[in-house]
């Protein structure tokens, strides 16, 4: 008998199968499409085990919706562009187009070695000019459509290297440049948007959509739409003393805006906060504040928003000497300036009202500010703000409000909006968490933004004949940093495309979020030069039907692929209403240690050295067995030995079989003469065995074809184990000859198949099956065979579980009490007393009350 060496199996067949064109998706319309989208890799230069965790099992899914009958398209690509490479090439000088497309080939190699049955003819990789051509082209498309934008927006900066840093380039608590160890600050550029928050509604509405109720919570709260009212506070003349917002004079018509989600707390406004970088905060502060005002600004500006906005944080802030007019009552209020206020969150001003918000209390106690109580909730005595311990929260009537005193909990919302509708200072209104994408990056590697800046015609896109606009390859790395793009000497010349005088092209780079947010397009046609992507292809192919990946994408890449399908729907581009049907996430393989893998903590599993040791198919047994996949697990390094016995088991039973009679279905009308000359004489036990055989292995088909159509990965594969026990009793009891044996052998495979492929492949040809078994249809469920003979019953006296009985599964009701009341262990129970009810539930449970 030979042995199972992975080694020479594995490289074999994955040959075999390019060489086949086994995998190839295209066009049939005789058969259902299904689209599996696993999220594009990064090419970092190496595969790491979490590349496998979630491209192995869902290959395996997709394997398992080939066998039943789908035409199964699962595609693959780089998402190449990115800061790793710039910055590898500011340290070593290494160019990134060389570096990634190095990074590329040697992923290409690892990713084959999986044996996934991916269509590599669909390859896409988004740093390639006839890629990136139509991700600049789609730029063009929302700016011609009103949702690209450029304005000014913070960037943090390094002043020492004089260049924009990444989130990630920015270290410790205090803030500073990881290059060169200055305190990084807060700095407006003129940058590129898409709007977003147009389609906010849009992107609340998850009908038709299978995708985990955690993401859809994640998306919603990300989103953060809230109903309320927008208020308008004049400012106060500097000089006037005004107290009426009845009083203005012309030059106190400038005005702060605010979004309050409770207008009926308006009464109790006892001071304003801006955003330190708010526009009006040099419009409101005074000379005598300016100095002051202007440090605090410094000090906001080197925070991080996640650090600004803090619970636990201390409240600091200063005042500008500024007052503003609370419109509901005229009253003159203090305008103040704190970091705990943001610009990216509503107007950057808020109304305060301390004794109903805890962060505007604390304020307001820390700086010696009103407190003014204006809701009484009604099982609390009454209120008073001068001596609240704490905020307290506003549910309850209305009171020191003016006209609404004593308005209901009920009713403040609507009442409030109406008075201060028909005033006209506010409006009902809706706010957003939800920002606009910025998409600019001050960076080289990325799909340059096709806009040239003319002095007379100001912004316009490149014409499309003019498309890609080529990154040039011939740049020069600062060790600061800086933009290559905007430092080389000719590339940013051009011509205006409306004047034709000399102007100059956008330096800036997009967002890598823009270019994965339409991938799924490109590898319908990766080569396709009329336009993103082959009309005929998108037609049958989308929507995409099993998308899978990391549920950390949540709130950034799926929300912006969903914005990018809706807005190219409505251009008349894309159709329906999302790109995606079903979402499936992974969780993440940790280290031994219980952290995530880093090879700063030398706790990388390395897969390459598995798959040299182990074989692929056993890193992808094991990887689906160890845990469940949508929740992940530290690494078990002794685990896949394990693993690897269970194979060398299923190689050892099959191979001693050696080839069987027939493959396919079970003829189930055997003639007993042919099923007496397949059994040794004189046994019936061995008739019995072979029917126990038939019903495991239907019964765990069934519950193996639920368990791949819910993606539950490790019970499949635990069992697959758990019949493979069965079936070696099986062969113990002599029944290799028999009809059911064969029948065994044959659904074993196919099942096995999706999961380890390789050995399937390998094993099936052994026992005479027609090449290939990733061709062969998914096994069918007997419901007869599988259907349970015996069924055991629990019988509880009062209760407590006293006994079992085991009957046959067609058993009645009544036959089931007999044989509870029967029991010598129930009639000890008893005592020789009537039972007052025998209850049987659905013939899973039986009840004596005495």
């Known amino acids: 008998m030979s042995d199972y060496i992975p080694s020479q199996i594995e490289p074999k067949w994955q040959a075999k199968w390019e060489a086949d064109g086994l995998y190839l998706a295209d066009i049939d319309e005789n058969k259902p499409k299904h689209y599996a989208l696993t999220m594009l890799p990064y090419p970092s230069g190496d595969l790491h085990i979490g590349h496998w965790y979630a491209f192995t099992p869902s290959d395996a899914h997709a394997r398992f919706m080939r066998m039943n009958g789908y035409n199964v398209l699962l595609p693959i690509g780089f998402d190449a562009f990115g800061l790793p490479a710039e910055n590898a090439a500011i340290k070593d000088g290494i160019h990134p187009m060389k570096r990634t497309y190095q990074n590329i080939e040697q992923m290409r190699k690892q990713l084959r070695s999986m044996g996934a049955m991916w269509d590599w003819r ?26 690209a934008y450029r304005k000014l927006s913070p960037v943090d900066f390094c002043p020492h290297d004089n260049t924009t840093l990444a989130r990630e380039q920015v270290w410790g608590e205090d803030r500073h440049c990881e290059r060169c160890g200055t305190p990084v600050i807060k700095k407006n550029l003129a940058q590129w948007f898409f709007k977003t928050t147009a389609y906010a509604d849009q992107l609340l509405n998850y009908e038709g959509m299978d995708w985990p109720e955690r993401v859809k919570v994640l998306q919603t709260n990300w989103i953060g739409r809230s109903e309320g009212a927008e208020v308008n506070f004049p400012l106060a003349d500097k000089g006037s003393g005004i107290t009426k917002a009845g009083n203005q004079n012309p030059e106190t018509q400038s005005r702060i805006t605010v979004f309050t989600t409770r207008p009926d707390t308006l009464w109790g406004v006892t001071f304003m906060v801006l955003s330190p970088e708010h526009p009006l905060v040099e419009k409101v502060t005074t000379p005598d504040h300016k100095a002051e005002v202007d440090a605090y600004k410094i000090q906001a500006a080197r925070q991080s928003d ?66 003014r109580v204006v809701i009484q909730p009604d099982d609390i005595p009454s209120l008073d703000g001068a001596s609240l311990p ?78 890609p606009v080529l990154l040039p390859e011939d740049v020069a790395w600062k060790p600061t940093g800086e933009s290559p793009l905007k430092l080389h000497p000719t590339w940013k010349n051009a011509r205006c495309p ?83 049907i079903q979402l499936r996430n992974q969780g993440m393989v940790l280290g031994e240690d219980n952290e995530k893998m880093s090879k700063s903590r030398g706790n ?72 007496a000359d397949t059994m040794p004489s004189g046994s019936e036990g061995h008739e019995e065995n072979a029917q126990s055989l038939r019903r495991h292995v239907h019964q765990m088909l069934k519950r193996i074809t639920r368990d791949f159509k819910k993606f539950e990965f490790n019970t499949i594969v ?15 009891a002599g029944l290799t000859s028999t009809p059911e044996w064969n029948e065994a052998v044959d659904i074993y495979l196919r099942m096995l198949a999706p999961v380890c492929p390789h050995i399937a492949e390998e094993l099936w040809e052994k026992i005479g099956g027609k090449y290939s078994i990733h061709d062969q249809p998914w096994p069918t469920v007997d419901e007869d065979a599988a259907r349970e003979q015996e069924i055991v019953i629990p019988v509880q006296v009062n209760g407590k579980l006293r006994d079992r009985v085991v009957l046959p599964a067609d058993v009645s009701e009544e036959d089931i ?16 007393k009537t039972p007052k009810k025998v209850i049987v539930a659905q013939k899973k449970l039986v009840n004596i009350v005495v």
């Open 122 to 147: 669909r390859e896409a990789i988004s740093s390639n000019p006839e890629y990136y051509k139509w991700t600049q082209w789609f730029f063009i498309q929302l700016y011609k459509h009103g949702l």
């Open 306 to 371: 996640i650090d600004r906005e803090a619970v636990d944080k201390e409240k600091t802030g200063v005042f500008t000497g500024g007052f503003a007019i609370n419109p509901v009552n005229g009253e003159k209020i203090p305008i103040w300036i704190s970091d705990y206020v943001l610009m990216t969150y509503g107007t950057g001003a808020i109304m305060a009202v301390p004794a109903h918000d805890q962060r505007d209390f604390e304020f307001a106690r820390k700086f010696g500010i009103e407190v």
């Open 390 to 467: 704490a905020s307290v929260p506003a549910s309850g009537k209305m009171v020191n409000s003016g006209p609404l005193t004593g308005t209901s909990a009920e009713q403040a919302f609507r009442a409030a909006i109406k008075y201060i509708t028909e005033k006209g200072i506010g409006k009902a209104s809706v706010n957003y968490k939800l920002r606009d994408w910025l998409i600019s990056r001050q960076r080289y590697w990325g799909a340059p933004i096709p806009m040239i800046y003319c002095e007379k015609d100001g912004w316009n896109p490149v014409p499309n004949s003019d498309l």
């Open 498 to 580: 409306v004047c034709g005088d000399p102007a100059v092209r956008e330096t800036d780079t997009m967002d890598t979020f823009m270019c994965s947010s339409w991938y799924h397009l490109r590898y319908l046609s990766p080569h396709y030069d009329q336009g993103p992507f082959d009309p005929k292809e998108y037609d049958y192919w989308m929507p995409v039907d099993t998308y899978t990946g990391g549920i950390e994408h949540a709130n950034m890449h799926l929300i912006y692929t969903r914005f990018f399908h809706k807005a190219l729907r409505d251009m008349g581009i894309t159709e329906g209403p999302e790109p995606m």
């Open 604 to 675: 990388v599993v390395d897969p390459d050295d598995l798959v040299a040791r182990y074989g692929a198919d056993a890193v992808r047994a094991f990887l689906m067995f160890f845990a469940r996949w949508e929740m992940g697990a530290p690494w078990n390094p002794s685990g896949i030995d394990g693993t690897f016995r269970w194979l060398r088991r299923v190689w050892a039973l099959v191979i001693s079989t050696g080839q069987i009679k027939s493959l396919g279905s079970f003829k189930a009308d055997v003639s007993d003469e042919e099923t």
């Open 718 to 732: 635990s069992g697959l184990m758990e019949l493979l026990n069965e079936m070696y009793a099986a062969r113990e």
């Open 817 to 832: 009490k007999s044989a509870a009341l029967a029991s010598k262990i129930i009639q000890k129970y008893l005592e020789g």
